[in-house]
């Protein structure tokens, strides 16, 4: 199993930034499918946004696009979403998730993920 270590969440009014991290715990990411997924009290995980970290080809959710930024670091060891001008719709506890089949047309299906992170809460305040 590979370990996803998840952090960066907390609490922040309305038009607020926060950034998440996802650190590869003793890998690299060189040839994955990397997303953030979210999971509101009594909604269904939704994707976020993904990147194929084989081309650098980045995905994103219509509700976030805009707003939110997925990045790789340099080292290919941890992944980061950058939220800018949050809404309190965007309050969930947020996921990392890694494949190394990259089925990228299929990103925002929670089965192609084969390893998690532990999730993180982000709460945004009207």
């Known amino acids: 199993t590979q370990a996803l270590v998840e952090s960066g969440g907390g609490s922040v009014q309305a038009g607020g930034s926060l950034r998440l991290s996802c650190a590869a715990d003793g890998y690299r990411f060189n040839r994955y499918l990397l997303a953030w997924f979210r999971q509101a009290p009594g909604k269904d995980r939704e994707g976020v946004a993904a990147i194929n970290t084989a081309d650098g080809t980045t995905y994103y959710a219509d509700s976030v696009k805009g707003r939110f930024t997925i990045s790789l670091d340099v080292t290919e060891t941890t992944i980061y979403l950058e939220m800018n001008s949050l809404k309190p719709e965007d309050t969930a506890i947020y996921y990392c998730?890694?494949?190394?089949?990259?089925?990228?047309?299929?990103?925002?299906?929670?089965?192609?993920?084969?390893?998690w992170g532990q999730g993180t809460q982000v709460t945004v305040s009207s």
């Open positions: 998730a890694a494949s190394p089949a990259i089925l990228y047309w299929k990103w925002r299906d929670l089965n192609v993920y084969d390893w």
